[in-house]
């Protein structure tokens, strides 16, 4: 039977990008449309990286929400810090404490945009900082890739699991670790199989396409994000994962904004920017997959679940349509392009 319309309870987003200023402004009420909560990164210029910083941020988000006539309490960021050589320790009790962060991000140094504060050197010096959080609840969530130019693009991620997530894990296995947007057949089996507290988010692009469509016609960049799209078997992968009974792989859409201008040249920004469309996109690669019937627990259940939050209870309704999206967006004196702009997704968000 063809469903037409799904109801599910309303989901969050546990990675995002909202940047700050005009950009923030442009994009704050598609997320807050869509999403009850969002897991903000904190990869700013400079980068969030102490408690004093993710309030102040927190409170740019929010002025921002009240400019764009969001209502009070309607969508709620939750903060992240940003992991450098000197992170110290009081710090992660400080955010544990006051609530100011839910996780701390760690950038590998050069690993992506903005991402030269990063740690150079996680389990030699960030582990005091690791065993803090490790002992308080604080969450890692990991840019998974290893950042040696000697490494083929397309292997950073199967890489990292070896060189870094192992011993990682080995040295602070109580630690709840999420692998921030898997990419790989590779980081499947092992979030799935591995001992402990550990998760992955999924976006939508990686669900949807392979990286045959960076290249479809010639070169595409709006469809160039880190880690970058992989082989059609890591898709395969990926949405077997996301539509499976286990509780360890969940939304996290990774919205990119970065402006037209940056994106389509000659050193375009790594980014897809799918806030605007979140829902339609995983609502498109479940129905592919014969399993609409999955996507509430991916998008509103086991990531409260992991974080300890409780769920939330608001209902949202996905319709069967035709629903083109936009070319463009404003933003800012910019314009953005959404992913997959200009062609037509067969759900739309009510
Ligand atoms: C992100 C960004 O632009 O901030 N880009 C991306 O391609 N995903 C950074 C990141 O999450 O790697
Ligand atoms: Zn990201």
């Known amino acids: 039977m063809t469903v037409n319309t799904l109801s599910i309870i309303k989901a969050d987003d546990w990675h995002l990008h ?7 402004e442009a994009v704050i009420g598609h997320t807050a449309k869509q999403f009850a909560r969002a897991v903000v990164m904190p990869n700013l210029k400079p980068p969030v990286t102490t408690v004093a910083l993710a309030q102040a941020y ?22 992240t810090l940003y992991l450098t050589d000197n992170t110290s320790p009081d710090e992660i009790v400080r955010a544990k404490e006051t609530g100011a962060a839910v996780a701390v991000k760690l950038y590998p140094a050069g690993a992506t945009t903005n991402s030269d504060a990063g740690a150079t050197d996680l389990l030699g010096r960030c582990s005091t900082v690791l065993e803090t959080m490790q002992r308080v609840g604080l969450p890692l969530l990991v840019h998974g ?5 000697s490494v083929d693009v397309f292997d950073r991620e199967a890489l990292f699991i070896d060189r870094v997530m192992i011993p990682l894990r080995k040295a602070f296995p109580a630690l709840r670790v999420v692998f921030e947007h898997l990419t790989t057949k590779d980081g499947v089996d092992y979030v799935r199989d591995a001992e402990g507290p550990v998760a992955a988010t999924l976006t939508p692009q990686h669900m949807l396409y392979n990286r045959n469509v960076i290249f479809q016609g010639g070169v595409r960049p709006h469809y160039y994000c880190l880690p970058i799209l992989k082989r059609e078997v890591h898709r395969q992968a990926l949405l077997d994962a996301a539509t499976s009974d286990s509780p360890r792989f969940f939304l996290g859409t990774d919205s990119a904004p970065h402006s037209k201008g940056l994106k389509e040249n000659a050193c375009g920004c790594a980014g897809c920017y799918t806030a605007l469309h979140a829902m339609e996109l995983y609502a498109t690669a479940f129905d592919q997959a014969g399993k609409l019937d999955r996507l509430e627990a991916f998008a509103s259940l086991r990531g409260p679940d992991f974080y300890g939050l409780p769920r939330n209870t608001e209902t949202i309704t996905l319709q069967r349509g035709s629903f083109v999206i ?10 953005i392009v959404p992913l997959a702009a200009g062609e037509t997704l067969g759900w739309k968000f009510c």
């Open 18 to 24: 909202l940047r700050d200023g005009e950009a923030l």
């Open 145 to 149: 890739e290893v950042t040696d130019p």
């Open 58 to 79: 927190q409170s740019r988000i929010e002025q921002a929400m009240i400019k764009a006539g969001i209502p009070a309490g309607s969508f709620t960021p939750l903060m």
């Open 326 to 335: 936009p070319n463009e967006l404003a933003f800012g004196k910019e314009t």
